[in-house]
């Protein structure tokens, strides 16, 4: 079992739309969690941590489940520009080799 | 600040060639990383460094070699590249949060 699983999409969802996914992690020793974002072609970049309480940031909002292993990302009111790869990214801060990233869930706007 | 940069931005190898990615960051980050991504995977770390001087090995570290005598360079070194080897490399830092600062990437092809 992979240690950090994503469903790979492709999500192909219309403008204005929520969409959500889910990343599981098999740890759980896991203590730190984030969403990144991957543009075609570009390097990966912080989207948003993710906290207990969960967390929101304008029309994105993380979820973390302990319980169940698993993290997810809302996007509401999508926008043409929210098309690209979001990356979980759990890190077990025991040591610096512990950070996992998923493969990616690959998200589609359409007008 | 421009960050965490990468040299060159593209590459082709051929079989048993050897050559040296280049990563400066200008943030003062002690923790540097090395990935690969290969298409449709996640990211894979090759080789970590948590301070000048200090290397350690990642998941897949089989065919390079790292050093990192400054806080600011950490180069990967391919020496007898394989075309196992063709993936985008990413070099990225660790800072406040460990948020993870990536550099634009080295595509390498080796034919």
């Known amino acids: 079992r992979k240690e950090v699983e994503q469903d790979p999409g492709p999500f192909n969802v219309p403008e204005g739309a929520t969409v959500a996914f889910n990343c599981t992690y098999s740890?759980?020793?896991?203590?730190?969690f984030f969403w990144y974002r991957q543009d075609c072609r570009k390097e990966p970049k912080l989207l948003m941590s993710?906290?207990?309480s969960g967390n929101e940031d304008g029309r994105f909002t993380a979820q973390l489940n302990r319980a169940s292993q698993y993290i997810s990302l809302l996007i509401r009111d999508s926008k043409l520009s929210d098309s690209a790869t979001y990356l979980c990214?759990?890190?077990?801060?025991?040591?610096?080799?512990?950070?996992?990233f998923g493969s990616g869930t690959r998200l589609s706007i359409r007008p | 600040n421009a960050g965490v940069t990468q040299t060159p931005k593209f590459r082709i190898l051929k079989i048993g060639q050897s050559m040296t990615l280049q990563c400066t960051q200008d943030?003062?980050?002690?923790?540097m990383y090395w990935y690969r991504q290969d298409p449709g995977m996640g990211l894979k770390l090759i080789y970590y460094?948590?301070?000048?001087?200090?290397?350690d090995k990642g998941e897949v570290p089989n065919g390079y070699n790292v050093s990192r005598s400054t806080t600011e360079d950490f180069p990967l070194r391919l020496e007898l590249a394989a075309p196992s080897q063709t993936s985008v490399y990413f070099c990225?830092?660790?800072?406040?949060?460990?948020?993870?600062?990536f550099g634009p990437g080295t595509r390498l092809l080796v034919l």
């Open positions: 990225c830092t660790e800072g406040e949060g460990e948020t993870q600062y």
């Open positions: 460094s948590v301070g000048a001087g200090i290397t």
């Open positions: 740890n759980s020793a896991s203590q730190s």
């Open positions: 993710v906290y207990s």
């Open positions: 990214v759990v890190n077990m801060r025991s040591s610096a080799s512990k950070i996992i």
């Open positions: 943030m003062n980050h002690n923790y």
